[in-house]
């Protein structure tokens, strides 16, 4: 039993099927087991040491997806790589993950690693080795509170837990077209591609650039006659607000999944105006536990503009209000196995089994679980995690910072982190912030950099966070 | 136009994109190579619906519009008329 196995099915029964799509490319079911079947066996045939991640580095397409299914049919774990993210943050993954081997294009420059090149892989049917539910499938890296980032490590059980509870929810079939938007790294691209291939449906990749065009994607979404997609609120927020929606209903689209961050109760409310037959679902939960509790959308809630509930648990998970701070507790099949870190597996359950989440929930007068924020400091900035640590730890690698503190700051259009720097005569923000840019990716760059001549301390001297909030703020 | 290229480079330039030096970024070089997304292009239309007082159509929001500063200072400009 394995993940792979609903997708197998699909592949006996309909293997002339429509299964990938991308740009004027189209692969059936056959084909893509072919190609996966390639990459496989290219990999069986390196001998690499056991127990560590395959790379990909792929963008979001038919490559990628088949170079996922064929490390998983080797008997491996995926590791995507975020390729829009600096090279020596995709490196410093490489090392600390103990990849063994890379799937990408042309090889990188300096590489040590064995390199699959995708384009030169033969088809060759697919055999997927044994596995056991426990053994990890995918390994995503989010932003670490310890100042690096870190791998969320993701068993077969676990994706499988989440991906046949997402089918069942919105009903997926053969008949259905999935527009996958997400990248590899994001966990919502494990709708996209494991819940999608395991219901025998099509996946249609959304071309490059469509995310900065909303009107562009509704015609896309149109013409494709997409019946069902899975997004960040930040884009849904664009989407809805600029995509020419009034003039453009999307009868086919059946469906429609947001997670990540809260969606604003009146853009929301914009969305579903437009959408008036598409069933839509807020899901929540940290990498950590994937999908834990969801809401369907009551739409005749929408029209006060309280924060919309996360709703009630999911995948089979169970969840405890701990009461010391009213933190979210998780237990369940959809839970990661653990962090990984140096190439090795840390369990992350406290010692009474659960996961720690960090977030703080109540519940509602009608049950439902709401969300009020975080106990640490972490922030969600469109559907990424940013830990504000790791940005600290960035900017005070830098000779020519003295101190600094990172906070959130939110306006209308949501949360961005902004820094507090002290730093040695003589140097220009501009400076910090080109060499930041060298190692953290576009969404963990403070939106404001401010120099002060020292950071506002507490009394036990940690530095005051809701002083340097007001003062970048301002 | 140079009031209002000069205020998109500065929101841009401050809060969008990271470059070294702000002054010497010139007006024909690649926003989104420079690290423009959907998001600071969301907020960048925020900003110019609300400092100039346009309403910018759905239709025409495509990244040619926003490629660079010429660009995106002719299609504001185009608005205020």
């Known amino acids: ?474 | 136009m140079t009031d209002i290229r000069a205020k998109l480079r500065g929101f841009v330039l401050e809060e969008l994109v990271y470059c070294e030096d702000p002054d010497t970024f010139s007006d024909d070089e690649d926003l989104l190579e420079a690290g423009l997304d959907s998001l600071g292009i969301m907020r960048l239309i925020m900003f110019a619906e609300r400092e100039f007082g346009i309403t910018l159509p759905d239709t025409e929001i495509e990244p040619d519009m926003v490629r660079n500063f010429n660009a995106l200072t002719g299609w504001i400009e185009s608005h205020r008329q």
């Open chain 1, 1 to 474: 039993m394995q993940l792979l196995e609903d997708f197998l099915a699909n592949l006996s029964s309909h293997p002339r099927s429509c299964c990938l799509v991308e740009g004027g490319l189209r692969l059936s079911y056959r084909e893509v087991a072919e190609k996966a079947g390639g990459v496989a066996r290219q990999l069986l045939t390196l001998t690499l040491p056991e127990g560590y991640p395959v790379a990909v580095a792929l963008p979001r397409g038919i490559d990628a997806t088949c170079a996922v299914l064929g490390i998983l049919a080797s008997g491996r774990c995926y590791l995507p790589l975020d390729l829009k993210a600096p090279r020596l943050r995709q490196r410093w993954i490489l090392e600390d993950s103990r990849a063994v081997a890379v799937i990408g294009h042309a090889p990188w420059n300096d590489l040590t690693l064995p390199w699959i090149t995708i384009d030169t892989i033969s088809p060759t049917p697919l055999e997927p080795l044994p596995l056991e539910m426990e053994n990890l499938a995918a390994i995503l890296y989010t932003s670490g509170s310890t100042g690096t980032p870190k791998g969320v490590a993701l068993s077969h059980r676990a994706i499988h837990a989440f991906s046949d509870w997402a089918k069942e929810l919105v009903s997926l079939g053969p008949e259905d077209r999935i527009a996958a938007i997400a990248p590899l790294h994001f966990d919502l691209s494990t709708f996209d591609l494991f819940s999608s291939l395991s219901s025998g449906a099509s996946i249609h990749f959304l071309p490059e650039g469509l995310t900065i065009a909303p009107s562009h994607l509704t015609a896309w979404l149109s013409d494709t006659a997409i019946t069902g997609f899975y997004s960040v609120p930040s884009l849904l927020s664009f989407w809805s607000w600029k995509g020419n929606l009034s003039a453009s209903p999307l009868p086919d689209l059946r469906f429609l999944l947001f997670a990540g961050e809260t969606f604003p109760t009146a853009r929301l409310r914009q969305l579903a105006g437009y959408l008036p037959h598409t069933r839509l679902y807020n899901l929540y939960g940290p990498t950590e536990t994937n999908v834990c509790c969801h809401w369907p959308v009551e739409r005749e809630t929408l029209d006060s503009d309280h924060p919309i509930p996360i709703g009630y648990p999911a995948c089979g998970d169970r969840l405890y209000i701990a009461p010391r701070h009213n933190e979210l507790w998780v237990q369940g099949p959809t839970l990661a196995s653990g962090y990984w870190q140096q190439g090795q597996l840390h369990p992350f359950l406290n010692e009474e089994g659960w996961y720690q989440t960090g977030d703080r929930v109540g519940r509602n007068d009608q049950g439902e679980y709401v969300y009020r924020g975080r106990l640490d400091r972490m922030l969600k900035v469109s559907g990424h995690r940013v830990e504000p640590a790791e940005i600290e730890a960035a900017l005070l690698s830098l000779p020519q910072v003295i101190e600094c503190a990172v906070v959130g700051i939110e306006d209308w259009e949501g949360i961005r982190p902004a820094a507090a720097v002290v730093m040695q005569q003589d140097e220009a923000i501009p400076t910090i912030r080109a060499l930041l840019k060298r190692t953290l990716p576009t969404y963990m760059l403070p939106s404001t950099i401010r120099r002060l001549d020292s950071l506002p301390r507490l009394s036990n001297g940690k530095p005051d966070l809701v002083s340097i909030q007001a003062i970048l703020t301002r």
